[in-house]
């Protein structure tokens, strides 16, 4: 970096302007004022003001030969370089007389004349670029790849497919596949209300259309964010079906006494095949949910450790059918494996590659013990999570006890900030031992 030059009492940058920046800045050399008469400050300004330059000439190349999304992003940085918001030009048209002269008279290079992809970006002719709706959930994976980098591709099906239907929705709803960036309230608000026609129609149920909005929402938010919008869109915001006679819904309990009577009486599983029944089995005494179970690869099941457990966590993976994203942070945990859940692990050391990267089990599962009278009314294979939970409670853990060995976030159920360590492995044993249920003899 060359050093500042005095010129009066003003401590300058002067600097010769790259090759590269030549056809869109025609002086050789820049001065560029570093306002202050000291030469230490002025020594700390000097990177600082030249990245600005360099910035500002490579806002005006992508503002010239980028593509659409890069002009448009282009077009937003030079604006903010150069003191002002991007606006559409609809709304500079709208702004005060004496904004819109400032950003004309700030348009102009440094020959006085004035600067094309300047004043398109001030004067808001640059248009957003031009994506369908049809598109944009092919553009949201791209821009959540490190977000879903630990999904296999089953998870990144289950990802994908609430959002096509989503966008199908909306599509049906407007009649037509508009340009994602006309969507705005007038949209949203007739979204909604072809959501309010099919809820009185068909008796759908505000959840799932909540569901949608905010799939949509989140959507644009992406799709704003990577064109590095200022004030983006919002057309969403607000918009949501309440419901005031819809029941709150929760899973029930498999109750314990039907676990012992029912399922671990003698052949009463034997119509499942061995994976199925052993992955039923450990959900009844980790209280974990059935996928954070059938997904586990071989590394997971730590049998040899001095405590056996199941450490279920992301796991990364060249190869997609090796890669595991649980639900969230706090699910990530250790769970002691006692009981029936010891037994069936020890039958299945690699995991259960029957139905990793599946989202059959719960179904075929549930299917077969209906059929076999082996599960209440109302009730779903689920339950034996909430199950779990409901034994440490009547056992007298506390909620943040319980919270933690089910892998919940103990920041919302507190409302504040967790301090001190986690629960410690021994310490989870003690508890899934004291609320073990008798293991039969031919389960053992």
Known sequence: MSKPVLRGTTWYLKRRVPKRYASVELRPVVWGSLK????????????????????????????????????????????????????????????????????????????????????????????????????????????????NRFKNSEQLRLWRSPRLRAVNNLISALGEDLNVATVGTAQARKHKRWWLARIAKEGQSATTANKDFNYISGMLTRFYDELEHDDPPRP?????????????????EVPVDWIVDKWFAPDALDGLNDEARDILLMSIETGCRQNEIYNLPASAMRLTSPIPHLRIAHELSDDPAER??????????????????????????????????????????????RSNSLLPEGVTIGGTRHSWEGRMKRAGYEMDDRGELMGHSLKARRGREVYGDEMGLSERLRIAQEVMLPVPGHLA
């Open 36 to 147: 202050t008469d000291s030469y230490s400050v002025a020594v700390q300004k000097t990177a600082g003001v030249w990245l600005s330059y360099i910035e500002g000439w490579e806002a005006l190349l992508a503002g010239r030969d980028g593509d659409a999304a890069e002009k448009f992003r282009a077009a937003q940085q030079l604006a903010a370089l150069r003191g002002f918001q991007f606006l559409s030009i609809d709304k500079v048209s709208q702004a005060p007389l004496n904004e819109v002269l400032q950003r004309v008279e700030a348009t102009q290079a440094a020959d006085g004349a004035p600067d094309e992809v300047a004043a398109s970006a001030l004067l808001g002719a640059v248009e957003a670029p031009q994506l369908r709706l049809s598109g944009i959930v092919e553009l949201v994976e791209t821009l959540a790849a490190h977000d």
């Open 236 to 252: 969403y915001a607000g918009v949501s079906i309440q419901d005031r006679h819809a029941k709150p819904s929760q899973k029930r």
């Open 324 to 369: 595991r994203e649980v639900k969230n942070l706090p699910s990530h945990r250790e769970i002691p494996l006692v009981g029936v859940a010891l037994a069936a692990a020890k039958r299945h050391p690699a995991g259960f590659p029957k139905y990793r990267n599946k989202s059959n089990y719960s179904a075929a599962v549930n299917k077969y013990l």
